[in-house]
């Protein structure tokens, strides 16, 4: 029988992670938060009264088998002087689909089966969710696109209103024989799933054990300076009872053109991993040589990353 294996994020980061997981025999499941209210997701969630499918879309992608041009099409952002202007293909099936089934679940069901997925894509909650933030100098600021756009340091994250997590998502994670927390912007991809009490008290139910996959790059706003250490310490704040079992960390060198274009355009500086503090902090620290680049961006090497996820899978008991 696979083992459960239960992924928490959103956006690039889960989409990267379960891209490689995928090739493995583990029954995958991705949970993914709703919050982003930018560009083409913003615009059909105040239109239509939908949670946010971006970050759905992006993982359905990742974990698909099927043509690369169906791929292709359902990432095709239009460009036009029309309403149709900067929507994806994508993001307008979801909502479409969404709006036939009756709810986004059922909606994105009915696609994984379109696209022979390798693992199941659930929303964090059917709810209209508006993230808020509550910047260093105590101002708040609302919508997740808006405390992205921010210049100021991220103090905390909340809701607007406590949202109710799908059954599945709740399932999933009390089932789960590993929870995986993505790389990914911890304030707004990973921590929204943690501030909904009963996702937090899932987790403390379960048996299974928490993997944090660190992230390579800081976050100008939300983890500049962070250490490894820093990143878990920030985590488990948000966790309850059960903290953070493992760590997979990045150890290998980034280049230096690659991590000085970084820090010249975006601010963003690679993660140092403090060692001897993670350790003292969590059981096991895994870390590896996980750079690679593609399309001049820094990506974890997901075959790699999935090959050491699995492999402490096997691991456990």
Request: charged share 25%; hydrophobic share 40%; proline share 3%.
């Amino acid at each position: 029988m696979k083992r459960k294996v239960v992924v928490l994020g959103g956006g690039t980061g889960s989409s990267t992670l379960v891209r490689g997981l995928k090739e493995f025999p583990v029954d995958l499941t991705a949970i993914v938060s709703v919050c982003d209210d930018g560009s083409s997701t913003g615009v059909l969630r105040e239109e239509f009264g939908i949670p946010a499918v971006g970050d759905i879309r992006r993982v359905l992608v990742a974990l698909s088998e099927t043509e690369p041009l169906v791929m292709e099409l359902f990432n095709y952002r239009f460009h036009t002087k029309s309403d149709l202007d900067g929507h994806t293909v994508g993001n307008l099936l979801l909502t479409a689909s969404s709006e036939i089934t009756g709810n986004l679940s059922d909606g994105i069901e009915a696609l994984s089966k379109v696209f022979n997925l390798k693992g199941k894509v659930v929303p964090l909650t059917e709810d209209n969710v508006v993230l808020m933030g509550e910047m260093e100098d105590g101002s708040i600021v609302e919508g997740e696109h808006h405390i992205t756009a921010n210049k100021k340091q991220i103090k905390r994250v909340f809701y607007k209103e406590e949202p109710i997590p799908t059954i599945e998502a709740v399932n999933a994670i009390e089932e789960a024989e590993l929870i995986v927390l993505s790389m990914g912007s911890l304030f707004t991809s990973i921590i929204p799933n943690l501030i909904c009490d009963e996702i937090r008290n899932a987790i403390d139910r379960s048996h299974g054990k928490i993997m944090y996959v660190c992230n390579m790059v800081t976050q100008p706003g939300e983890t500049e300076k962070f250490k490894v250490s820093d990143h878990v310490n920030l985590l488990n704040q948000y966790l309850g009872k059960h903290k953070i079992d493992v760590v997979i960390a990045n150890n290998g060198k980034i280049d230096d053109t690659m991590a000085k274009r970084y820090e010249s355009l975006e601010q963003k500086d690679p993660v140092e991993l403090d060692q001897t503090e993670t350790e003292r902090l969590v059981d096991r620290v895994i870390c590896g040589d996980y750079v690679t680049v593609k399309n001049n961006l820094l990506r974890h090497n997901v075959m790699k990353l999935g090959l050491d996820i699995f492999g402490y899978l096997l691991e456990q008991k």
